[in-house]
């Protein structure tokens, strides 16, 4: 059964370093979510891409986090610099439709830590 | 910010047991779905009930959507050790290309 990957599972970094996620999602879904699970709390939206377009990024803090979807097939989502209230899951998350009708698939998350 | 909220926020419960939990939500909807999550890992989805329907069963799962009061219900029927999971309603809301809004979930225990 096809799955989403995400990379890597874990991360630990220091504030004020730069970090970066990947996530690849089945094969021929062209709408792609970047999620922020804080510990306790359910997953947040960051971004929404469909193809190679934002969406909504409207939740993304531009200051520091930058997404893209080259090709329209994978993705990258990064964060410079990290803070410490970054620490959290991030998930990705893709679907063959949009507008919500149908549902998504979400890859394994990447734990991120700042120390 | 979170549209929906599920009630109640852990529940413990032996196998073979029933349970129930219940989500709330703001505005008006599109669809609601329910998804669960094994401890770290990522999201399953589990069931999406339309705006337009009332109740909907798949295998154990048995979910019902009241409109007027905003308001969703999960039922897991003779739950199992392997439920155990933290289970979350998510909501779409009309406009076009809106992502899922989650809330915080219900952390269900089945013990054996």
């Known amino acids: 059964e096809a799955e989403v990957a995400q990379s890597p599972r874990y991360k630990i970094t220091e504030k004020s370093q730069a970090v970066a996620f990947w996530c690849d999602p089945i094969?021929?879904?062209?709408?792609l979510y970047w999620y922020r699970q804080i510990l306790g709390q359910g997953p947040e939206l960051l971004v929404q891409?469909?193809?190679?377009?934002?969406?909504?990024d409207s939740q993304l803090p531009k200051d520091r986090f930058s997404a893209e979807r080259l090709k329209g097939v994978d993705s990258t989502l990064k964060i410079q610099p990290a803070e410490l209230g970054d620490s959290a899951m991030y998930l990705c998350?893709?679907?063959?439709?949009?507008?919500?009708?149908?549902?998504?698939?979400f890859g394994p998350g990447t734990r991120l830590t700042v120390t | 910010s979170q549209q929906g909220e599920e009630d109640p926020q852990a529940l413990s419960i032996q196998e073979g047991e029933n349970a129930t939990m219940n989500c709330s939500y703001k505005?008006?909807?599109?669809?609601l779905q329910w998804y669960r999550q094994n401890s770290g890992r990522g999201l399953v989805h589990l069931i999406l009930?339309?705006?337009?329907?009332r109740e909907k069963h798949s295998g154990r799962l048995r979910v019902t959507l009241d409109t007027s009061k905003k308001s969703s219900s999960l039922l897991i029927t003779a739950s199992r050790a392997a439920d155990t999971a933290s289970y979350f309603c998510?909501?779409?809301?009309?406009?076009?290309?809106?992502?899922?809004?989650f809330g915080k979930g219900t952390t269900l225990s089945v013990s054996s």
């Open positions: 998350a893709s679907s063959s439709r949009t507008g919500g009708l149908y549902e998504q698939y």
């Open positions: 094969s021929g879904h062209a709408t």
């Open positions: 891409f469909q193809d190679e377009s934002v969406v909504d």
């Open positions: 505005t008006s909807i599109n669809n």
């Open positions: 009930i339309r705006s337009n329907e």
């Open positions: 998510a909501t779409v809301l009309n406009q076009a290309g809106t992502a899922l809004i």
